[in-house]
């Protein structure tokens, strides 16, 4: 498959520990944010998204935090598992046009056994 | 439930030879369609999107391009492929308005 993690950003975790992973979006009028994850070979699969009129939502094992005022995006993992290992992408659109969407260029996480 | 078959998973095709990816949705109806690349280390640039049959939007001039046969139906085409075309072809489906892209496994395209 395709190796997306060439040159990207890396993080390095303990399984088990808690993850974080990081965004800076560009457009400070777009509204919707999405984290997907994509393993070695495979296409990027959703995980969370969030609107502007949120700062934080949670699913199971995961929270994403919008700061708006400096345009920043994070992705939380809870009790990472070795499973979690992957190329974590964020994207950022305006309102109503999800075919506009912006992907970061992503950050590889390494879980370690 | 929702799912998205593209196909092949893998091609390697020579330089000036024809392409046809083809991408299928499979439990929504009306669906926004959309063909991305991906290059190695990079993120993921939007090639093509379409919001009904026959109606296709392109992103990016290049030796590319896109068709809406049927409603759940996406097919990425080249008369004549260049070296440059080599990389990581995804679909994706959405619902209209702001929810997100759902991705198919990719079609990895080399050509020699």
């Known amino acids: 498959g395709e190796n997306v993690g060439l040159h990207l950003p890396t993080l390095s975790v303990q399984e088990g520990d808690n993850s974080i992973i990081n965004c800076a979006y560009s457009?400070?009028?777009?509204?919707?944010f999405i984290w997907y994850k994509q393993e070695s070979g495979k296409g990027p699969q959703f995980i969370i998204d969030i609107r502007s009129n949120m700062d934080k939502r949670q699913g199971q094992r995961v929270t994403v935090l919008l700061n708006k005022t400096v345009k920043h995006l994070s992705l939380q993992i809870a009790a990472t598992q070795p499973g979690d290992s992957a190329v974590y992408f964020c994207a950022e659109s305006l309102g109503g046009s999800n075919y506009k969407l912006t992907f970061g260029k992503g950050t590889l996480l390494t879980v370690n056994p | 439930s929702q799912t998205i078959h593209q196909w092949p998973a893998t091609l390697v095709q020579p330089v000036g030879s024809p392409l046809s990816l083809e991408c299928t949705v499979e439990?929504?109806?009306?669906?926004?369609l959309y063909w991305y690349r991906q290059a190695a280390g990079r993120g993921l640039q939007l090639l093509f999107y379409?919001?009904?049959?026959?109606?296709i939007s392109s992103e990016v001039p290049q030796n590319l391009s896109a068709s809406r046969p049927q409603d759940r139906q996406f097919i990425l085409s080249s008369k004549k492929l260049l070296l440059s075309d080599s990389g990581f072809y995804l679909c994706?489906?959405?619902?209209?308005?702001?929810?997100?892209?759902?991705f198919g496994n990719g079609t990895r395209l080399t050509v020699t």
């Open positions: 439990g929504t109806s009306n669906p926004n």
């Open positions: 379409s919001v009904g049959i026959g109606q």
């Open positions: 457009n400070s009028a777009s509204d919707y």
């Open positions: 994706a489906w959405s619902r209209q308005g702001d929810s997100p892209l759902h």
